[in-house]
C-alpha cells in the first residue's frame, strides 16, 4: 500500500481532474459514498450522530456523507462551522444538494454546540483535513478541545483535524484524537510518524476510486505488511549445502560488552545463515568461546579487553555484521575503516555508527552492500540534525541519507523505515514496545547478516527481517509475555515458530 505527503495526495487530485477530466464535485461525491459504506456497520441507527464541517474538501465529503447518513434513516445533525458564505467551490456544491433536502445547524458562536455536544454519541469529523496549515486556529482549536474533552466516539475523515499530511503539528493546541480515521485513497506520512500516529486510533484506508497513475509522480513509500513476506520469503532449495547461504563474520564484543556478538551470531544462524564466524578481542575469547557450539569464535588482537584495531585474516566473506559491543576506542575505529575498505556486503550498528560518523565519506564508493542500521539518537550523529529533527522528518532525512550515501538504511523504531539507496521506503508494520531493550538490536543486526547473504532482493530481504523481528515480539506479547519482560534473546528463541509460519 502506498503512503503519500500532502503534496503528492494534492497533486494525484489535480491529475485525476485536469489530466483524466473527472471533477471535483464528482471525486468528493465518491469520497462521501465509500465513507458512508465503510462507516454504516460501525454507527446505530437511532445513535445521535454530529457532523462537524469546515470549508474546505474535507467539509465537502461532509456533507455527501451526512447527504447518505440521513438518506439512510440515521439521526445525524450537521454542524456548519464557517459562515454559510466561507463555504467555497466543489464543498458549495455539496452544501447547496445538502441544503436543498435537509436541515443544518449553524456553529455561530458555538454556545448552541457547546450546549448539545454530551447529547451525541458519535462525531464525525470533517472539519480541516488536509487543509492545515500552522496552528489551529479560532472556532477550530475549542472546538477540538471541548471534543476531546467528551466522552463522544471520533471518527475523523482522511486526518484528524489539527493534524498535517506530513507529520509536526505546531500551537498550544493540540488534534483531535480519533477513534477511527477513515483516511481517502493512501495513508498519509503523518500516521507513521509519533506524536502524530497516536492521534489517528484505528485506522483505515477507503478507495475513492483516483487512478494508479495519477501517483506516478509520488515517491516510492510503501507499507511492508504479513502479506508482502509471505509474497517474497523463500525457503531453502532441496540440494543446498552449508556454503549455499552464506558465510558470515560479526565483529564486536569487548570488556563488559560480551554479549552482544554472541546475540548477533546466535540471530544469524537462526535466520538461515549457513557459516558463521566471531571475531572478539583476544581477553574475551575465553568467555565467549563454547556459548554458542555453531559458531567458530576467534580472538582478534586487543588492549584492555578492547580491538587494538589490527585486522590479522582476510575479509573473505559473504558478508561483515560490525558495531555489537565494540567499544568507542580508537582500536574500533580502525576496525570500521578496514571493513569499509572491503568489497564484501556489511552489516553497521551500534558502535560502528559511532565511529562511522568521521569515515562516512567512505561509504560512497563502497562496491559492496552497505546496510545501516541506527536508532534516532544515531540518525542524528550521523546527520548532524537533532533527535527530534530526525523523528519529525523520518522519511525525508532516511531517504537524503541513503541516496547520498549509497547505503540501505534502517530508521529504527515505532514503524521502522528501511530505504535503499534509490530512495525507494518499505515501512514496517510488525512490532511494539517489547524491543525497546538492550540487545534488539543486536538480534537485528544478526539477522540482516543472514538475509543479505540469502537474499535476491537486498531491500525485501532487510524488510522481511524488520518484519519478522518486530513480529517475534508480537508472538511473545500475545502469548506469555508482557511487554516489560521480554528479552532480546527471547526474541531470538522465537524467530523459529515466526519463520515456520510463513514457511510452513
Same mark, same amino acid.
Given at each position: 500500500m502506498r503512503i503519500v505527503s500532502g503534496k503528492e495526495m494534492y497533486e494525484a487530485d489535480r491529475f485525476t481532474m485536469e489530466e483524466i477530466g473527472l471533477s471535483g464535485a464528482m471525486l468528493m461525491e465518491n469520497a462521501g459514498k465509500a465513507l458512508f459504506e465503510a462507516m454504516k456497520d460501525r454507527l446505530q441507527v437511532h445513535e445521535r450522530i454530529a457532523v462537524l464541517v469546515g470549508t474546505g474538501n474535507n467539509g465537502g465529503d461532509g456533507f455527501v456523507l451526512s447527504r447518505y447518513l440521513k438518506e439512510n434513516g440515521f439521526d445525524v445533525d450537521v454542524w456548519v462551522i464557517p459562515p454559510e458564505g466561507k463555504v467555497k467551490g466543489d464543498a458549495a456544491a455539496h452544501f447547496g444538494f445538502f441544503?436543498?433536502?435537509?436541515?443544518?445547524?449553524?456553529?455561530?458562536?458555538?454556545?448552541?454546540?457547546?450546549?448539545? %455536544? $454530551?447529547? #451525541?454519541?458519535?462525531?464525525?469529523?470533517?472539519?480541516? &483535513?488536509?487543509?492545515?496549515s500552522g496552528a489551529i486556529r479560532s472556532p477550530y482549536n475549542h472546538i477540538i478541545q471541548k471534543v476531546n474533552k467528551s466522552s463522544v466516539v471520533v471518527l475523523s475523515v482522511d486526518l484528524p483535524s489539527g493534524l498535517k499530511a506530513d507529520g509536526g503539528f505546531e500551537g498550544e493546541y493540540e488534534p483531535i484524537r480519533a477513534d477511527r480515521t477513515y483516511t481517502l485513497q493512501c495513508p498519509? %506520512? $503523518?500516521? #507513521?510518524?509519533?506524536?502524530?500516529?497516536?492521534?489517528? &486510533?484505528e485506522l483505515e484506508v477507503i478507495d475513492i476510486g483516483l487512478p494508479r497513475v495519477a501517483?506516478?509522480?509520488?515517491l516510492q513509500r510503501k507499507l511492508w505488511t504479513e502479506?508482502?513476506?509471505a509474497h517474497t520469503l523463500t525457503d531453502r532449495t532441496a540440494s543446498s549445502h552449508k556454503g549455499s547461504h552464506g558465510k558470515g563474520l560479526v565483529i564486536g564484543g569487548s570488556k563488559g560488552m560480551v554479549g552482544a556478538p554472541i546475540m548477533t551470531a546466535k540471530a544469524a544462524y537462526r535466520s538461515g545463515a549457513g557459516l558463521i564466524q566471531a571475531a572478539v578481542p583476544e581477553e574475551i575469547l575465553s568467555m565467549t568461546a563454547g556459548t554458542l557450539v555453531e559458531a567458530m569464535f576467534r580472538g582478534w588482537p586487543s588492549e584492555g579487553g578492547f580491538f587494538s584495531g589490527e585486522v590479522p585474516e582476510n575479509l573473505s566473506f559473504d558478508g561483515i555484521a560490525i558495531g555489537p559491543g565494540l567499544g568507542r576506542l580508537d582500536g574500533g575505529s580502525k576496525m570500521v575503516e578496514a571493513v569499509l575498505a572491503s568489497d564484501t556486503s556489511l552489516v553497521m550498528d551500534a558502535d560502528a555508527l559511532y565511529h562511522l560518523n568521521e569515515l562516512k565519506d567512505q561509504l560512497k564508493g563502497r562496491k559492496g552492500t552497505t546496510v545501516l542500521t541506527p536508532h534516532p539518537g544515531e540518525m542524528a550523529r550521523l546527520t548532524g540534525l537533532s533527535i527530534q529533527e530526525v523523528q519529525n522528518n523520518r522519511f525525508e532525512v532516511s531517504r537524503s541519507f541513503a541516496e547520498e550515501y549509497n547505503v540501505y538504511l534502517v530508521l529504527k523504531g515505532p514503524y521502522t523505515v528501511v530505504t535503499s539507496p534509490d530512495g525507494t521506503q518499505f515501512i514496517n508494520t510488525s512490532g511494539n514496545s517489547a524491543l525497546a531493550k538492550g540487545g534488539s538490536g543486536d538480534v537485528l543486526t544478526g539477522m540482516i547478516l543472514a538475509f543479505i547473504m540469502n537474499s535476491?532482493?537486498?531491500?525485501e530481504g532487510i524488510s522481511n527481517v524488520v518484519y519478522v523481528h518486530g513480529k517475534a515480539a508480537d508472538v511473545l506479547v500475545q502469548s506469555n509475555h508482557s511487554t516489560l519482560d521480554v528479552l532480546a534473546t527471547d526474541v531470538i528463541d522465537t524467530i523459529p515458530a515466526v519463520l515456520h509460519s510463513f514457511l510452513e
Amino acid at each position: 500500500m502506498r503512503i503519500v505527503s500532502g503534496k503528492e495526495m494534492y497533486e494525484a487530485d489535480r491529475f485525476t481532474m485536469e489530466e483524466i477530466g473527472l471533477s471535483g464535485a464528482m471525486l468528493m461525491e465518491n469520497a462521501g459514498k465509500a465513507l458512508f459504506e465503510a462507516m454504516k456497520d460501525r454507527l446505530q441507527v437511532h445513535e445521535r450522530i454530529a457532523v462537524l464541517v469546515g470549508t474546505g474538501n474535507n467539509g465537502g465529503d461532509g456533507f455527501v456523507l451526512s447527504r447518505y447518513l440521513k438518506e439512510n434513516g440515521f439521526d445525524v445533525d450537521v454542524w456548519v462551522i464557517p459562515p454559510e458564505g466561507k463555504v467555497k467551490g466543489d464543498a458549495a456544491a455539496h452544501f447547496g444538494f445538502f441544503k436543498a433536502l435537509f436541515e443544518w445547524k449553524a456553529y455561530k458562536d458555538g454556545e448552541s454546540f457547546n450546549k448539545h %455536544l $454530551s447529547e #451525541y454519541g458519535v462525531v464525525i469529523d470533517c472539519l480541516l &483535513g488536509l487543509g492545515v496549515s500552522g496552528a489551529i486556529r479560532s472556532p477550530y482549536n475549542h472546538i477540538i478541545q471541548k471534543v476531546n474533552k467528551s466522552s463522544v466516539v471520533v471518527l475523523s475523515v482522511d486526518l484528524p483535524s489539527g493534524l498535517k499530511a506530513d507529520g509536526g503539528f505546531e500551537g498550544e493546541y493540540e488534534p483531535i484524537r480519533a477513534d477511527r480515521t477513515y483516511t481517502l485513497q493512501c495513508p498519509k %506520512l $503523518s500516521a #507513521y510518524l509519533y506524536p502524530d500516529a497516536d492521534y489517528y &486510533g484505528e485506522l483505515e484506508v477507503i478507495d475513492i476510486g483516483l487512478p494508479r497513475v495519477a501517483f506516478s509522480k509520488a515517491l516510492q513509500r510503501k507499507l511492508w505488511t504479513e502479506l508482502s513476506v509471505a509474497h517474497t520469503l523463500t525457503d531453502r532449495t532441496a540440494s543446498s549445502h552449508k556454503g549455499s547461504h552464506g558465510k558470515g563474520l560479526v565483529i564486536g564484543g569487548s570488556k563488559g560488552m560480551v554479549g552482544a556478538p554472541i546475540m548477533t551470531a546466535k540471530a544469524a544462524y537462526r535466520s538461515g545463515a549457513g557459516l558463521i564466524q566471531a571475531a572478539v578481542p583476544e581477553e574475551i575469547l575465553s568467555m565467549t568461546a563454547g556459548t554458542l557450539v555453531e559458531a567458530m569464535f576467534r580472538g582478534w588482537p586487543s588492549e584492555g579487553g578492547f580491538f587494538s584495531g589490527e585486522v590479522p585474516e582476510n575479509l573473505s566473506f559473504d558478508g561483515i555484521a560490525i558495531g555489537p559491543g565494540l567499544g568507542r576506542l580508537d582500536g574500533g575505529s580502525k576496525m570500521v575503516e578496514a571493513v569499509l575498505a572491503s568489497d564484501t556486503s556489511l552489516v553497521m550498528d551500534a558502535d560502528a555508527l559511532y565511529h562511522l560518523n568521521e569515515l562516512k565519506d567512505q561509504l560512497k564508493g563502497r562496491k559492496g552492500t552497505t546496510v545501516l542500521t541506527p536508532h534516532p539518537g544515531e540518525m542524528a550523529r550521523l546527520t548532524g540534525l537533532s533527535i527530534q529533527e530526525v523523528q519529525n522528518n523520518r522519511f525525508e532525512v532516511s531517504r537524503s541519507f541513503a541516496e547520498e550515501y549509497n547505503v540501505y538504511l534502517v530508521l529504527k523504531g515505532p514503524y521502522t523505515v528501511v530505504t535503499s539507496p534509490d530512495g525507494t521506503q518499505f515501512i514496517n508494520t510488525s512490532g511494539n514496545s517489547a524491543l525497546a531493550k538492550g540487545g534488539s538490536g543486536d538480534v537485528l543486526t544478526g539477522m540482516i547478516l543472514a538475509f543479505i547473504m540469502n537474499s535476491k532482493s537486498i531491500h525485501e530481504g532487510i524488510s522481511n527481517v524488520v518484519y519478522v523481528h518486530g513480529k517475534a515480539a508480537d508472538v511473545l506479547v500475545q502469548s506469555n509475555h508482557s511487554t516489560l519482560d521480554v528479552l532480546a534473546t527471547d526474541v531470538i528463541d522465537t524467530i523459529p515458530a515466526v519463520l515456520h509460519s510463513f514457511l510452513e
